[in-house]
């Protein structure tokens, strides 16, 4: 089979969904890798690497995709909808698209897959089971952007992290609140933390605070507690949002950097941090809202921009991953490695099993020209469809899948 990584084409995106080290492991499952000339340099990643590895070079994109049983990508049509469209008509029937596609959202761009008997594999949706971990693209890539996010943040703030004592005087550590313990939270704290920062953390799910200490910050309990499914936070109701912003406010207003981190898969961010409480914060200060992308959890974050009101700078800087894009696209590339080894049996047969395989019932959108995906129909209007029924069968008498009795037993 031919599995085709083509550049990406997203306004601004530097990562590559496969790195040169990662293409042995794809040839060794039997699959031909082909690779879109330049499809690295963004990331640091050159064409010669690719081939010293055992990649095709293809100069021509519509022929990388015509040729392609698989693709992979960063981001798919519903994760880049313009240019996306773009690739449509070189992508032979029944074709494989892997990478992010936003599904839970991006329904036309679902449809449209479906109809073109396009079978669409979405990143976002791999389960939080422990089988799955090395998969989870959303964690690989959230670890380097609660690292970044703390790096942004201190090179905008006025003042230096760590305390200070000096023959001229002690400068105080700065403050620094995150709010959200995710991947990426957890990842903020352990940063903050190294710089020496003074560090506090926030999260609607109480069962996150063992994991604030224990990285040596303090847990600011909330108000009430909103556990989802799958280790996500739930929607909270507009009371619940209120009651978490009266508790927030005066620990944002005494903090040197607010760092937000909160979302909810297929909605819109929570916002979390009014106007009124901004005006509250010092003068210089500093927040780096990562929810910008989904409209952010800062009442004033302009998603895509960095904006200073009432005196704070306030960084709605979207798609962080892409300024770490050397190891942003090693990770994915590692997690796409994992996901292959899954998908691709011992004969090199690229297999989809949603039925006895929970990874790929999680992650399946599209297939045999209807979106397949529960979660997903829901979302868009769908009505469910049938569940088939995994095939039993009995085993005859001397069938080895019989069960026997033990010898020597008293069965």
Not at 2 to 27: C, F, G, K, N
Not at 69 to 77: A, E, G, N, P, T
Not at 141 to 146: D, F, H, I, T, Y
Not at 271 to 292: E, F, N, Y
Request: glycine share 10%.
């Amino acid at each position: 089979m031919h599995i085709a990584i083509p550049t990406e084409t997203y306004a601004d995106e530097r990562r590559v969904a496969l790195v040169p080290a990662s293409v042995p492991m794809l040839t060794k499952l039997g699959l031909t890798v082909s690779v879109q000339r330049g499809a690295g340099l963004a990331a640091g990643y050159t064409d010669e690497q690719y081939e010293q590895r055992g990649a095709n070079l293809v100069d021509d994109r519509a022929t990388l995709l015509g040729q392609a049983d698989i693709v992979c990508q960063v981001r798919c049509l519903g994760a880049n909808p313009e240019q996306g469209q773009q690739d449509l008509a070189h992508l032979k029937p029944g074709a494989v698209l892997i990478g992010h596609a936003d599904p839970l959202l991006a329904h036309e761009a679902n449809q449209t897959c479906a109809e073109r008997g396009l079978t669409l594999l979405a990143l976002e949706l791999v389960p939080r089971i422990t089988r799955a971990q090395a998969m989870d693209v959303l964690s690989s890539q959230a670890n380097l952007v609660g690292y970044k996010a703390v790096l942004m943040a201190g090179d905008a703030l006025g003042k230096i992290f760590p305390m200070m004592m000096t023959a001229a005087g002690t400068l105080k550590p700065a403050k620094v609140f995150i709010v959200g313990v995710g991947v990426a939270g957890l990842q903020a704290i352990a940063t903050a933390k190294r710089l020496g920062a003074q560090v506090s953390a926030i999260d609607v799910r109480p069962e996150t605070k063992e994991q604030v200490e224990s990285l040596g910050a303090k847990f600011v309990e909330p108000p009430e507690s909103a556990s989802g499914e799958g280790g996500y936070a739930a929607e909270q109701t507009e009371d619940q949002k209120r009651k978490q912003q009266a508790l927030m406010a005066d620990t944002v207003a005494e903090s040197d950097v607010v760092i937000t981190t909160a979302a909810i898969p297929g909605k819109r961010s929570p916002v979390l941090i009014t106007d009124d409480v901004v005006t509250r914060m010092k003068p210089g200060s500093v927040i780096v809202d990562l929810a910008a992308e989904r409209g952010g959890n800062v009442e004033t974050t302009e998603p895509g921009q960095v904006i200073r009101k009432h005196g704070v700078t306030i960084i709605g800087t979207n798609n962080i991953p892409s300024y770490v894009a050397a190891d942003a696209s090693a990770m994915y590339s590692g997690n796409i490695v994992k996901l292959m080894q899954e998908l691709v049996n011992k004969e090199g047969e690229f297999v989809l099993d949603p039925v006895e395989n929970e990874i790929t019932a999680g992650i399946l959108v599209c297939r045999d020209g209807q979106v397949v995906n529960p979660q997903v129909r829901g979302l868009m209007g769908l009505p469910a469809l049938e569940t088939p029924e995994p095939e039993t069968r009995d085993p005859a008498p001397d069938d080895p899948a019989k069960p026997q009795a033990a010898e020597g037993s008293d069965s």
